[in-house]
């Protein structure tokens, strides 16, 4: 199968970067109406994590446009865990899906909501909130100029109802900075909140 302008770049980018062992699958649940294809890295950004990107989000805008150019922004979702599962990928593909079958706009510092609750259902961690990729890689994902579009990645990276409220209440930096401060586990997705 061809592939356009955009799913070329973003490819390459994603094989150069996260490395490790890399096979992409296809994900389709029964009532909705687009497939979304993962990527899976084993080993990826070390030894015993995983990460997974969406693959084809990219061929839609985000919903945003950049500031400086106007270009319209295209992103890909990544997201990292302990290796030795596929959830992370099977989380991406409910969240991929569900951005391309209610259209909605998605960038830096969007919370998707309810996510985490549907595998997790015992766990603090209900949302996905899009930030940066924080920099575990040897290379940055960086920003892609594609002529009309600029592309970039966005972390999930999954937060509770109480981090979410917070967000809201005091901004994104805010968040990011108490997360750094209380050395969060990333790759747990049962992690306890820490509000």
Not at 62 to 90: F, L, P, Q, V
Not at 100 to 120: A, F, H, P, Q, S
Not at 161 to 180: P, W
Request: hydrophobic share 35%.
């Amino acid at each position: 199968m061809a592939l356009n302008k955009y799913e070329e770049k973003m490819i390459s980018v994603l094989t150069e970067t996260l490395g490790g062992v890399q096979a992409a699958f296809s994900y389709q649940k029964q009532d909705a109406e687009h497939k979304l294809d993962i990527l899976y890295a084993k080993q990826s950004p070390g030894g015993n994590y995983l990460t997974a990107s969406t693959l084809g989000l990219v061929n839609r805008t985000t919903g945003y446009s950049d500031s400086n150019t106007g270009k319209e922004i295209r992103a890909e979702i990544i997201m990292s865990s302990y290796g030795g599962h596929d959830m992370a990928g099977k989380i991406l593909s409910t969240a991929g899906i569900g951005i391309y079958d209610t259209n909605i706009r998605y960038g830096y510092g969007t919370v998707l909501k309810g996510i985490m609750e549907l595998y997790y259902p015992n766990s603090d961690m209900k949302h996905l909130f899009l930030m940066l990729p924080p920099p575990l890689w040897k290379k940055s994902f960086g920003v892609t100029d594609a002529d009309e579009s600029i592309i970039t990645f966005l972390y999930a990276l999954p937060i509770s109802q109480a981090e979410c409220d917070y967000m809201s209440e005091n901004g994104i930096d805010a968040l990011q900075n108490f997360f750094v401060e209380k050395n969060i586990d990333m790759f747990d997705f049962e992690r306890k909140s820490v509000l």
